[in-house]
């Protein structure tokens, strides 16, 4: 399984764009990769997934280089609900796989 | 929306005691996960579940822990005895094929005394 490495935290302010970026140096060719969001207290929440290029949705954009072994979350923007863990993961797109959060990156959004 | 829903949102036990958390996976999902997480710590994957049977587990799923999905539409995870370790927040996900979104429900808080 591909090990991600990503900042622990990060400081941003309201209206900036954020952008976090994880390392998968040994990402596999059938991984894909997924950002999850956690608040306190409430289950992770997932943002967006990619395999290559770039992938937006209505909450974030997801860069992957064609390399395939970092990526980067952007959030455009951002306001103080954006304060959260941000996980990403590398996983098979398999059936029954095992699913492993790292240590997140906590982003602080302040005033 | 539909959601994974999970019971009971916080238990309190004495240790030695044996626990069930309850999840309500989402309807036509067929891939089920338990995770946990300890204050102030990581999400970690304990076992996830397809076609009525374990696929994958953690080292932290030893004999202790156990999981059925008894009648369809419940998913359920066991400790037999609960140690005080075992304190943390626990997580129920689904999802509907094997790759995507995976779903969390919110979690229940179980506390070893």
């Known amino acids: 399984l591909a090990k991600t490495t990503q900042p622990i935290s990060m400081d941003s302010y309201e209206g900036q764009e954020v952008n976090i970026t994880c390392s998968h140096n040994?990402?596999?060719?059938?991984?894909?990769i997924t950002w999850y969001q956690q608040f306190p207290s409430q289950g992770p929440r997932f943002i967006i997934q990619?395999?290559?290029t770039k992938v937006t949705n209505e909450v974030a954009s997801l860069f992957i280089p064609a390399d395939r072994k970092s990526s980067t979350l952007s959030l455009p923007r951002v306001s103080l609900s954006d304060t959260a863990v941000y996980y990403c993961?590398?996983?098979?797109?398999?059936?029954?796989?095992?699913?492993?959060f790292g240590g997140g990156t906590r982003v602080l959004v302040k005033p | 929306e539909p959601e994974v829903t999970q019971t009971p949102s916080h238990q309190v036990t004495q240790m030695g005691q044996e626990v069930i958390l309850r999840c309500v996976p989402i309807?036509?999902?067929?891939?089920f996960y338990w995770y946990r997480q300890i204050l102030g710590q990581k999400v970690e994957f304990l076992v996830s579940?397809?076609?009525?049977?374990?696929?994958?587990k953690s080292e932290i799923f030893d004999d202790q822990f156990s999981v059925e999905r008894p009648d369809g539409s419940n998913f359920t995870l066991k400790i037999r005895s609960t140690k005080l370790e075992d304190s943390a927040m626990y997580f129920c996900?689904?999802?509907?094929?094997?790759?995507?979104?995976?779903?969390f429900g919110e979690g229940s808080r179980l506390t070893v005394l």
């Open positions: 040994n990402i596999a060719t059938n991984d894909y």
């Open positions: 309807s036509n999902h067929l891939y």
């Open positions: 996900a689904s999802r509907q094929g094997g790759a995507g979104e995976l779903f």
């Open positions: 993961l590398v996983a098979p797109g398999a059936a029954g796989n095992k699913l492993t």
């Open positions: 579940f397809y076609n009525n049977e374990i696929s994958e």
């Open positions: 990619g395999y290559k």
